[in-house]
């Protein structure tokens, strides 16, 4: 369960009516709940405490019947205020501040409601983000009832406005075919991140990689950050190291790396928003003189040859439609004797039509990937790069991977795909089919992690 909250805090709103008389009609709580526009029903429990059930609502596969319990009371001539009592399955707590304005008066009101929520953790951005535009949606209504109401004597109830969401360019770009991700993929890659990066955050930490789970209990941060030290211990990776982290996100992975070897290490990033969040982190973290991030492309990378002792990546390469000239790279900037070493998303050896239909192109569709490679094709492109493979494994083999998405059960997917299309925010939808997909991609064996370590130039006697 996630704990949701959401906020209003509008512009006054003028009413034609004295302060006292709107006052008195704030404290009448039974018939001012008949303003609200999703209410069932309001009971007294005590004198100026009330229950306040909700008309049952449907959230992904989650049937929700809210109620809260509010005490309200009068703090001065002009505040009505309303704070929880313990016993509701969520929490309403704020106050209506009422102004006199000439022969009329101003209505300021300040609320925060609180809800426990099942929802996959990646998916927490989405949630209050939604949860904050229904509150607004719900509450101007509210409010506008409210108003008049007052003014007319009787109740005037409104419905919500919901928004009308336009799906702007990089939604659409986001979500081209093959060929054309191909084609765009540096302008696709960069929208993608600047859509997401807030929500992943949120909702996922600075960390956006999957890794293995060991066993039941172990939480995400934990298997990440064993993931993160396996690839730096497996190209020993020491204090005295120079490291190129490609596609560094905001910079979880490599800071990490920086702070768990004491290494010297770069991220490279296509995504400029994003290069600016790693830069002030890493000055946050204090450590900025070992860790700096660079705006570029990997597959063309703005370093001198044989630079680096180890290049590091994490889920990076398949947003590369030339994944084989970004190899070509690696062994270009390292130095002699260099270690690559990553993990990645990879599609099973062999798919099917099926498999390439069903379960690969939807990924790589929702999350800006161009196509994805193999094992056994990752290992012939380094191979052809002139690397040394040491390593190139399913990570199936280490722990359990559908750990990363076990809250995507059969009832909750197929709830959302039963939704009507268009009513839901394209975001949204994009980031929960792209979940989905990655499910249902590893649950059928079309979509696995790999984890990959080459060398340049050094033979496995001598690694």
């Excluded at 303003?35 to 049937?63: D, H, L, N």
């Excluded at 060929?179 to 960069?190: A, C, G, L, P, W």
């Excluded at 012939?380 to 991977?401: N, P, R, S």
């Excluded at 059960?409 to 792209?434: C, Q, R």
Aim: net charge neutral; glycine share 8%.
């Amino acid at each position: 369960m996630v704990l949701i909250q959401t906020t209003y805090n509008p512009q006054p709103i003028e009413v034609k009516a004295s302060v006292e008389k709107v006052v008195a009609f704030l404290l009448d709580v039974p018939t001012l709940s008949k303003c609200y526009p999703f209410v069932e029903k309001v009971e007294a429990v005590k004198p100026g405490i009330y229950k306040w059930t909700m008309q049952e609502r449907k959230v992904g596969s989650i049937q929700m019947k809210a109620f809260h319990i509010s005490k309200y009371t009068k703090v001065g001539n002009n505040v009505v205020q309303w704070e929880n009592v313990q016993g509701g399955n969520m929490s309403s707590i704020g106050k209506f501040t009422v102004t006199a304005k000439g022969a009329s008066s101003t209505i300021a009101v300040e609320a925060t409601v609180e809800t426990d929520i099942e929802i996959p953790k990646l998916l927490v951005g989405f949630a209050r983000t939604m949860g904050n535009r229904e509150m607004a949606q719900s509450w101007d209504a509210y409010v506008q009832s409210i108003k008049k109401t007052i003014e007319s004597g009787s109740v005037v109830k409104v419905a919500p406005v919901e928004d009308v969401v336009v799906k702007d360019q990089k939604f659409e770009t986001v979500r081209l075919k093959e060929e054309k991700r191909v084609e765009n993929y540096n302008t696709m890659v960069s929208d993608y991140y600047d859509i997401v990066t807030e929500t992943y955050q949120s909702g996922w930490g600075n960390h956006f990689h999957f890794a293995p789970f060991k066993n039941a209990t172990e939480t995400l941060e934990t298997a990440v950050t064993r993931l993160e030290h396996q690839v730096a211990d497996s190209a020993r990776i020491t204090k005295d190291s120079l490291v190129l982290d490609v596609g560094c996100g905001v910079g979880g992975p490599t800071l990490e790396i920086c702070k768990y070897t004491g290494c010297r290490i770069r991220g490279l990033n296509i995504n400029k928003k994003q290069v600016g969040i790693a830069t002030q982190r890493a000055k946050d973290l204090g450590v900025s003189d070992r860790a700096s991030f660079d705006h570029g492309d990997a597959m063309k990378m703005p370093y001198p040859d044989n630079t680096f002792d180890v290049v590091t990546f994490f889920e990076s390469t398949c947003h590369m439609p030339d994944k084989a000239a970004f190899l070509k790279e690696c062994f270009r900037v390292l130095k002699p004797g260099g270690r690559l070493s990553g993990s990645e998303w990879l599609q099973c050896v062999n798919p099917t039509e099926k498999d390439i239909v069903q379960f690969i192109e939807p990924i790589c569709a929702h999350h800006s990937v161009p196509h994805m490679g193999s094992l056994q094709s990752y290992r012939k492109m380094m191979e052809d790069a002139g690397l040394y493979v040491h390593i190139a494994m399913d990570l199936t083999q280490e722990g359990d991977i559908l750990r990363n998405w076990e809250i995507l059960d059969g009832k909750t997917i197929n709830t959302f795909k039963a939704l009507p299309k268009g009513s839901v925010d394209p975001t949204i939808e994009m980031m929960i089919s792209g979940a989905i997909a990655l499910s249902e991609g590893a649950r059928h064996g079309a979509f696995v992690l790999g984890r990959f370590l080459a060398s340049k130039d050094l033979p496995r006697a001598k690694l």
